[in-house]
Every structure is written in structure tokens, then in C-alpha cells.
């Protein structure tokens, strides 16, 4: 019976993860989409996604549930002071380890593909190691590919 608990708890902690990713995701879509365009419509996010304006609604629907976004039938998607919190986290995040990528020699292509799914799982003590990594590198004026700009996703 006790494996059985495990698995389950195991399975829900996985798809609570999930779950929080794919938030994570979307408001950081969302204020670029917001920053570049002026506003964002459930068809760029499902163009940007490549999934249906379906699965778009449904998970606008559970930002708005949540409270990081507002969002009127055929109106713009607006994120919500804990949206926007959320998104700055977020790419804050995404950031650290794609500069980290750069300064170990990752292309910017290959950093910003891998730190899209890196931002999520990696333990708050790793990332600020990351940081610190970064900001040593900086401190010595060495010339490293960290100053190339993320690459638009």
C-alpha cells in the first residue's frame, strides 16, 4: 500500500509541476507578447505555442481562475499585478541560466532552447551559484559569449 502512496503523491506532484510550468510559460509569453505588440490575443499565444485557440482558452481561463490575468471573450489576454509578478520571476529566471549557458559555451540557439526547460527545475541555490558564476566573469572584464542578448523565443 505504500508504494502504491508514493506513486500516486509522485504522480501528482509531476502533474502539479506541470501545471505550474505551463503558468510560468504563459505569462512570460504573455508580457513579451504585451512589451512587443501592445497586447496579446488568445491567437498569438496558440501561434506561439503551436496548439489550438482551444487549448489557449483553457488555460487562460485557468490563469484567470488563479488571478494572473483578466481576459474578455475575443478581448486581449492582461496580465494581473500577480501575473506580472510572476512573469518578471520568471524570465529573471530564464535569464540567469541562459547567460550561464552563453559563459559556458553554449550557442545562443542552444542556450536558449535549454534554458527554457532548465529555468524550471533548477533549486534556487543552484541558480544563484549560476549567477554569481556570471557576475565573476563579468567582474574580470573576460570577454565571454554571456554579452550576447537572448535570443527571441
Known amino acids: 500500500m505504500t508504494h502504491q502512496r508514493q506513486h500516486v503523491s509522485s504522480h501528482?506532484?509531476?502533474?502539479r509541476d506541470h501545471a505550474t510550468e505551463l503558468t510560468q510559460d504563459y505569462v512570460e509569453a504573455i508580457a513579451e507578447l504585451e512589451q512587443q505588440t501592445g497586447e496579446c490575443r488568445v491567437r498569438d499565444?496558440?501561434?506561439?505555442?503551436?496548439?489550438?485557440?482551444?487549448?489557449?482558452?483553457?488555460?487562460?481561463?485557468?490563469?484567470?481562475?488563479?488571478?494572473?490575468?483578466?481576459?474578455?471573450?475575443?478581448?486581449?489576454?492582461?496580465?494581473?499585478?500577480?501575473?506580472?509578478?510572476?512573469?518578471?520571476?520568471?524570465?529573471s529566471?530564464?535569464?540567469?541560466?541562459?547567460?550561464?549557458?552563453?559563459?559556458?559555451?553554449?550557442?545562443?540557439?542552444?542556450?536558449?532552447?535549454?534554458?527554457?526547460?532548465?529555468?524550471?527545475?533548477?533549486?534556487d541555490e543552484t541558480?544563484?551559484?549560476m549567477a554569481a558564476f556570471c557576475c565573476r566573469l563579468n567582474a574580470t572584464n573576460q570577454t565571454t559569449p554571456a554579452e550576447h542578448p537572448p535570443v527571441a523565443r
Not at 547567460?99 to 527554457?116: K, V
Open 93 to 123: 529566471r530564464h535569464d540567469i541560466v541562459f547567460r550561464f549557458l552563453l559563459a559556458l559555451g553554449a550557442s545562443p540557439d542552444t542556450a536558449a532552447a535549454d534554458s527554457e526547460g532548465i529555468e524550471h527545475h533548477v533549486s
Open 12 to 15: 501528482l506532484r509531476t502533474r
Open 45 to 91: 499565444l496558440a501561434r506561439r505555442f503551436e496548439v489550438s485557440h482551444v487549448t489557449v482558452n483553457r488555460t487562460v481561463a485557468r490563469l484567470k481562475r488563479d488571478g494572473f490575468a483578466d481576459a474578455e471573450p475575443y478581448g486581449p489576454v492582461r496580465l494581473t499585478d500577480k501575473g506580472r509578478a510572476l512573469a518578471e520571476f520568471s524570465r
Open 127 to 129: 541558480l544563484q551559484l
